[in-house]
């Protein structure tokens, strides 16, 4: 259990200190992060409501961040190109989000196109059945994504690797908000970049 915790706390830490830089992107992870703890409340009642929380208030706030406020350029602050940190990135990097997020943004049409999803669905009759059956495709592609990418590390690294991954991103949005609420006042004051004093002092 005690190593299970370290290699927790290190895949948080690297996660942090590699791909949190932009005080934009650390305040829509505090969105996300709000979003996401409704969408964990919300699934108990109902899973629709949830998935749809999930992705278009959660995912997007969340994937904007890490897409078009994050620096991409050389990170003086742990001497590593953005390339390096795409390479050793435990669990979804730029080009596997690319494929996730097209999944998620192609499943409507696909719904549109052919409404029964080859069956697996009851012809809706109106928009309101339609949108559940988005909400339902979504939830199933959440939950794949964790399990494709958990057993995926199960044989690219190891079994705790991807349990530990697994634990990171449920228990994230708890996580980031303890790390980030303060992340909109440091931008109110204009500070559009972390100085990661933390890294410095624990190099």
Do not use: C
């Not at 949190?20 to 505090?30: E, G, K």
């Not at 979003?35 to 904007?64: D, E, K, N």
């Not at 996730?100 to 059945?129: C, E, H, K, R």
């Amino acid at each position: 259990m005690q190593s299970f915790l370290e290699a927790l706390k290190k895949q948080r830490w690297d996660d942090h200190r590699y791909y949190h830089h932009s005080r934009i992107n650390q305040s829509l992870h505090l969105v996300s992060a709000m979003s996401f703890l409704a969408a964990y409340f919300t699934i108990f009642t109902s899973p629709v409501a949830s998935a749809l929380i999930g992705w278009l208030g959660a995912m997007v706030s969340r994937q904007v961040g890490h897409f078009f406020f994050e620096p991409k350029g050389y990170d003086t602050v742990n001497q590593a190109s953005h390339e390096h940190k795409e390479d050793i990135k435990v669990g979804y990097n730029l080009r596997r989000k690319v494929v996730l997020l097209s999944l998620w943004a192609l499943s409507p049409l696909v719904l549109w196109l052919n409404p029964t999803l080859f069956g697996i669905f009851p012809q809706p009759v109106n928009d309101a059945q339609f949108l559940r059956h988005v909400g339902q495709v979504w939830l199933t592609l959440g939950f794949g994504a964790l399990i494709f990418r958990t057993v995926q590390l199960f044989f690219q690294q190891d079994v705790q690797t991807g349990l530990v991954w697994l634990t990171k991103i449920i228990t994230d949005p708890f996580h980031d908000i303890i790390l980030y609420y303060r992340a909109p006042m440091y931008l109110l004051r204009g500070e559009l970049i972390d100085p990661m004093e933390e890294v410095s002092q624990r190099a």
